[in-house]
């Protein structure tokens, strides 16, 4: 304790932060928890109390395992701990079992885990260059960054709520992005590896990291006006990196491999017989594309256009993830929602590899790919709007028009998350939460520009002004109605609607700031 | 203000543990302060102030105001009888429509007693939340917006550290009382008094205690300041104007909160002796005051006679309260009022009749306002305030927000006021204490090192649990050794020579009124150790 007081009493800023944002995690313990906190009790029990051939073949409960092997470990190195605390939440029959101590277990493990995420903000935040230092230290880019990412609303209720781990896999990632800029490129990689068999997801922004490292590690130079130079590759280089992300792979799929159950793992890790949009709509481009559904089959059977019999019974939004087939407009296959992204993710890999901008580049490239997938991917959780929005942080402080963009996608994307919490108790924590984190980033950003134009236009503004007579709508207004027992999933429709709109902007523009950036050589110039 | 949204950032935050903080168990199924026992065994559990609450609003509603502070067949007193001022009530009834609106259970006459459901808790928590917010929070914002000579980010800070004290929110939200009510209220009367709106003032304060009479533990500072500012504008003039607007305000609050129970002499004083139970002991199970500590060496409870104990602690509380007082009534300053009311509060919650372990708070509001000036002994006295607060805390099942928010409360200040590096005598405002000190023990030299010791000793015992006392005890007592003689040469210097403290008053007038607060500070730890560690 009087260490704690030697190392805040010096008036280190940072760590006052941290330990404040990890006091708070702390008080957040008796909230409610989801579904995900008996997942990964079950992968506590499953990897403590089975040998490793069996761990993706058991099924004794519904949330079977089904993350990379690295989380596997990762989920067996805790499980050591765990026992410590209480045996019996390592018994695989032992279906939702929640005592005291497990709660506090889990939830300390998440808490703790948590050092890597701070560790890698604080990397993070030595890596940019503020480029105007403020004159108080509330005004430092720096010191925004560091709220920004430690204070981020949607990690806190995801992960201190709701129950995950993303606080030290966004760690890994922004992690290896500081290295990335740090010139540390195999370290970037080797993190980055290790963080994709931590977990699949991280897929989405692997083309990002695959085609910067290609382009601005394996070739060493480049032409005056910035285009490549065939001749300046280097093998070794390639070579090397190929190595570390074979030598991570052996590690992780290598057992499963001897064992011959990769294709077994494979069909754990990508499940495409989920629907194509997860239990709530995440408001992405498929919301959007249902929500036309709904309004035309709506019309059409007003005008009487549609037989009623051949309607479809199965509800979007009936709360269960299952299979769905739009009635006016073509159903959506895995496939097309593939390829959806793969044009949408094109452009800005191109723009990498042809318009290459350092760094800074990268992070916007790897943030498309994010976002790209977001929008159209297959099954997409909302709580995946997070990997785009914490290395959007990144680049907030930096630039105006990056703050506008940040902002918008922030705002929406964290009150997107809002259906994830829908207990009372939980609702003045969300609402006040929000609040704070919101308010804070729009006000420290514009005191940060302040000398720029003002970062929204009356279209903007009055958009995200709008979300607090959503959130009145749907929380205080719609309960009391009559139409809560008819249509029940009117509510997430209205937010993830409304909040598709604003994220399907802020992708918009973000593209268009990309594709329309001049490259680095000429703003030099200029 | 361009740092607005700091300030809301702050208080969005404090709302946020606030919440947090409430989603902890409450003051059930045990009897917590142990106040009415029923005689006999196999009784239901007689619950805790949580249930006190629901029950005034199942009074209030359901009978008629005259029958609310009477023993009836429907009112039984024993059992969490009102015993709170008018505004209390009036407060409760308004709680209890709401209620009824939501659901009619939970007020039911009899039959709701001993109600508990999520979804009641979660109404009595918002309740808290609600009056916290439209009173208490806008004093402290308004009160550090208002603070002088200092930078925004001071201001800032300074509200954040008001705002994380973690006794007021362990009691408030965990526990479950409406302290911020009334202290909202006081603070609010500080406020218009010390900005020259007297008549506001004296009104916030009037009905701060008309919601609790403890809030009596502040009113001689606001009497004798606003005394002295009447002196100070002649009484012949406008002095005498004020002290006649004054005096018709307060009468006229008074009046007003009252007028239900004027109708009859019986009831006017029916509730003055619910307010003022002088029957009950000396003091409470466990308190960290003089009469408890003292009671470890002397049982005073069984030796002398009821009123000779009243007689003392009322010898006491006056004797200590009048120095600074005289003092207030002669160079009223807004500075001099809050170290008053510190020392003050101090003076009643140390040595005065019947008082309870969560009169604490009452000292610990005045003590938040000097945190900026002393930030050090403030910070200090907080946390031992909180501290002293345990075992009821413990009752309550809250240890670990109790931990966490002392944790976030000590961050808050340490950055804030980086109060490690300013232990020098001159500013902890101590000089004159130990002038006067060395007069009598000339070796009198280490001071502030004794209070770094001290603060270290402080610190070790907190997360340990009550039964490792043992283990934690030999660093603790070997720090409040030297306190406690500390804390001698205070009331030796107090209680049989006022005198020097009057005569630097005329050459340093600002730190004389920290002095004597200073004393109590030590004392007041001092009390706490001994108290700790031999209770445990």
């Known amino acids: 304790m009087a260490a704690l007081g030697v190392a805040t009493g010096g008036g280190n800023w940072f760590s006052a932060l941290a330990l404040g944002v990890?006091?708070?995690?702390?008080?957040?313990?008796?909230?409610?928890?989801?579904?995900?906190?008996?997942?990964?009790?079950?992968?506590?029990?499953?990897?403590?109390?089975?040998?490793?051939?069996?761990?993706?073949?058991?099924?004794?409960?519904?949330?079977?395992?089904?993350?990379?092997?690295?989380?596997?470990?990762?989920?067996?190195?805790?499980?050591?701990?765990?026992?410590?605390?209480?045996?019996?939440?390592?018994?695989?029959?032992?279906?939702?079992?929640?005592?005291?101590?497990?709660?506090?277990f889990q939830r300390f493990s998440v808490i703790f885990t948590d050092t890597l995420f701070v560790y890698a903000v604080h990397e993070c935040c030595k890596c940019i260059d503020g480029k105007k230092a403020g004159r108080e230290l509330t005004e430092k880019p720096k010191f925004i960054l560091s709220v920004l990412l430690l204070w981020n609303f949607g990690l806190l209720i995801v992960d201190h709520i709701h129950f995950q781990y993303n606080g030290f896999l966004s760690g890994l990632m922004l992690l290896s992005i500081a290295r990335l800029f740090q010139k540390r490129h195999m370290e970037g990689a080797f993190l980055f590896a290790v963080l994709l068999h931590f977990k699949h997801i991280y897929l989405y922004v692997a083309p990002a990291y695959g085609v910067y490292l290609l382009r601005s590690y394996c070739f060493t130079a480049n032409k005056p006006d910035g285009s490549i130079r065939w001749n300046s590759f280097s093998f070794l280089r390639l070579i090397s990196l190929g190595l570390i992300v074979f030598l991570v792979s052996a590690l992780s799929l290598g057992p499963f491999l001897a064992l011959n159950q990769l294709p077994q793992v494979f069909s754990r890790l990508f499940p495409f017989k989920r629907g194509l949009c997860h239990a709530y709509w995440a408001p992405n481009f498929w919301a959007l594309y249902s929500a036309l559904d709904k309004v035309l089959s709506v019309i059409g059977l007003e005008l009487k256009f549609l037989d009623p019999s051949k309607i479809p019974k199965a509800s979007m939004t009936s709360g269960l993830v299952q299979q769905f087939q739009h009635t006016v407009l073509p159903s959506v296959t895995p496939l097309a929602t593939l390829i959806c992204t793969l044009?949408?993710?094109?452009?800005?890999?191109?723009?990498?590899?042809?318009?290459?901008?350092?760094?800074?580049?990268?992070?916007?490239?790897?943030?498309?790919?994010?976002?790209?997938?977001?929008?159209?991917?297959?099954?997409?959780?909302?709580?995946?709007?997070?990997?785009?929005?914490?290395?959007?942080?990144?680049?907030?402080?930096?630039?105006?028009?990056?703050?506008?963009?940040?902002?918008?996608?922030?705002?929406?994307?964290?009150?997107?998350?809002?259906?994830?919490?829908?207990?009372?108790?939980?609702?003045?924590?969300?609402?006040?939460?929000?609040?704070?984190?919101?308010?804070?980033?729009?006000?420290?950003?514009?005191?940060?520009?302040?000398?720029?134009k003002p970062l929204f236009n009356w279209m903007e503004t009055f958009y995200l002004l709008g979300l607090g007579p959503l959130e009145v709508f749907c929380e205080f207004v719609f309960p009391f109605t009559s139409w809560k027992l008819k249509y029940p999933f009117i509510p997430l429709l209205l937010t993830s609607v409304y909040c598709a709109v604003g994220i399907t902007y802020a992708w918009f523009k973000l593209y268009v700031s990309v594709l329309t950036d001049p490259p680095v050589g000429k703003t030099k110039k200029q | 203000m361009e740092k607005c949204y700091l300030m809301t950032a702050v208080v969005l935050l404090g709302l946020t543990v606030r919440w947090t903080v409430s989603l902890n168990s409450y003051s059930a199924n045990l009897c917590t302060s142990c106040r009415y026992l029923l005689p006999g065994a196999g009784k239901p559990p007689m619950f805790g102030d949580y249930e006190a609450q629901r029950?005034?609003?199942?009074?209030?509603?359901?009978?008629?105001?005259?029958?609310?502070?009477?023993?009836?067949?429907?009112?039984?007193?024993?059992?969490?009888?009102?015993?709170?001022p008018p505004l209390t009530a009036y407060h409760s009834l308004l709680c209890a429509y709401v209620a009824k609106f939501i659901n009619p259970d939970w007020i039911a006459l009899h039959t709701s007693r001993g109600y508990e459901s999520q979804a009641h808790k979660l109404f009595m928590r918002a309740t808290v939340l609600i009056a916290d917010l439209l009173i208490y929070i806008p004093a402290v914002v308004l009160y550090c917006c208002c603070l002088k000579e200092i930078s925004t980010k001071k201001k800032i800070a300074n509200a954040l550290c008001i705002l994380l004290y973690p006794g007021l929110i362990l009691i408030d939200y965990g526990h479950f009382q409406y302290n911020s009510v009334s202290l909202g209220f006081a603070l609010?009367?500080?406020?218009?008094v010390s900005y020259d709106w007297d008549?506001?003032?004296?009104?916030?304060?009037?009905?701060?205690?008309?919601?609790?009479?403890?809030?009596?533990?502040?009113?001689?500072?606001?009497?004798?300041?606003?005394?002295?500012?009447?002196?100070?504008?002649?009484?012949?003039?406008?002095?005498?104007?004020?002290?006649?607007?004054?005096?018709?305000?307060?009468?006229?609050?008074?009046?007003?909160?009252?007028?239900p129970f004027f109708t009859e002499r019986e009831q006017t004083l029916q509730v003055l002796r619910r307010l003022f139970p002088v029957d009950r002991g000396l003091f409470e199970d466990k308190v960290a005051n003089i009469w408890c500590t003292f009671s470890v060496f002397l049982k005073i409870r069984d030796i002398l006679p009821h009123h000779i104990q009243l007689m003392i602690s009322f010898c006491f509380t006056f004797l200590s309260l009048l120095p600074a007082c005289i003092k207030l009534t002669l160079h009223p300053s807004p500075r001099g009022f809050r170290f008053t009311l510190v020392s003050c509060a101090l003076s009643f919650f140390l040595f005065s009749f019947q008082v309870h372990e969560k009169s604490i708070l009452l000292v610990s509001l005045p003590v938040c306002l000097v945190l900026r000036e002393?930030?050090?002994?403030?910070?200090?006295?907080?946390?031992?305030?909180?501290?002293?607060?345990?075992?009821?805390?413990?009752?309550?099942?809250?240890?670990?927000?109790?931990?966490?928010?002392?944790?976030?409360?000590?961050?808050?200040?340490?950055?804030?006021?980086?109060?490690?590096?300013?232990?020098?005598?001159?500013?902890?405002?101590?000089?004159?204490?130990?002038?006067?000190?060395?007069?009598?023990?000339?070796?009198f030299t280490f001071l502030p090192r004794i209070i770094q010791h001290l603060y270290v000793g402080l610190l070790l015992p907190w997360p340990l649990p009550r039964s490792t006392g043992s283990g934690s005890a030999g660093p603790a007592?070997?720090?409040?050794?030297?306190?406690?003689?500390?804390?001698?040469?205070?009331?030796?210097?107090?209680?049989?020579?006022?005198?020097p403290l009057h005569q630097q008053a005329d050459s340093q007038p600002l730190c004389h009124q920290g002095s004597p607060e200073g004393h109590s500070f030590d004392s007041e730890t001092s009390n706490l150790f001994i108290f700790i560690f031999i209770i445990t």
């Open chain 1, 22 to 104: 990890t006091l708070l995690k702390c008080l957040l313990i008796p909230t409610y928890h989801s579904t995900d906190f008996e997942v990964h009790r079950n992968w506590l029990a499953i990897t403590h109390s089975l040998p490793i051939s069996q761990w993706y073949y058991e099924a004794t409960s519904e949330w079977t395992l089904d993350y990379p092997p690295f989380f596997a470990w990762f989920e067996y190195a805790l499980s050591h701990v765990a026992k410590y605390f209480d045996q019996e939440m390592l018994n695989v029959r032992n279906l939702n079992y929640c005592s005291s101590r497990t709660l506090l």
């Open chain 1, 343 to 452: 044009i949408a993710i094109l452009p800005s890999i191109f723009c990498l590899w042809f318009k290459p901008q350092g760094p800074r580049g990268f992070l916007r490239c790897l943030i498309l790919c994010a976002l790209s997938s977001f929008m159209f991917g297959w099954h997409v959780h909302e709580k995946a709007i997070l990997l785009a929005v914490l290395p959007m942080s990144l680049l907030s402080v930096g630039k105006a028009g990056d703050a506008s963009i940040f902002l918008i996608l922030t705002t929406t994307g964290h009150y997107s998350l809002f259906p994830l919490l829908f207990t009372a108790p939980e609702l003045p924590i969300k609402i006040l939460l929000m609040l704070l984190f919101t308010i804070y980033s729009i006000s420290s950003l514009k005191t940060l520009f302040r000398k720029e």
């Open chain 2, 55 to 84: 029950h005034w609003q199942e009074i209030t509603i359901n009978l008629p105001i005259k029958q609310w502070y009477f023993n009836g067949s429907d009112n039984n007193l024993q059992y969490w009888g009102l015993d709170y």
């Open chain 2, 188 to 192: 609010w009367g500080v406020l218009g």
């Open chain 2, 199 to 259: 008549l506001l003032g004296s009104l916030a304060f009037c009905l701060a205690i008309n919601y609790k009479q403890m809030e009596l533990y502040h009113s001689l500072p606001f009497f004798c300041f606003l005394l002295g500012k009447c002196f100070k504008k002649g009484l012949k003039g406008k002095g005498f104007v004020l002290l006649i607007k004054l005096a018709c305000t307060v009468v006229a609050s008074f009046i007003l909160c009252w007028l």
């Open chain 2, 374 to 443: 002393i930030p050090f002994m403030s910070t200090w006295f907080l946390l031992v305030s909180t501290f002293s607060m345990l075992p009821l805390l413990l009752k309550d099942e809250l240890l670990m927000p109790s931990v966490v928010t002392v944790i976030a409360f000590f961050i808050a200040c340490a950055t804030s006021f980086s109060i490690f590096e300013k232990t020098s005598e001159e500013e902890l405002q101590l000089k004159s204490f130990s002038i006067s000190v060395r007069k009598y023990f000339p070796c």
């Open chain 2, 477 to 499: 007592a070997m720090a409040h050794g030297p306190s406690r003689s500390a804390a001698c040469g205070i009331f030796l210097d107090r209680g049989m020579n006022p005198c």
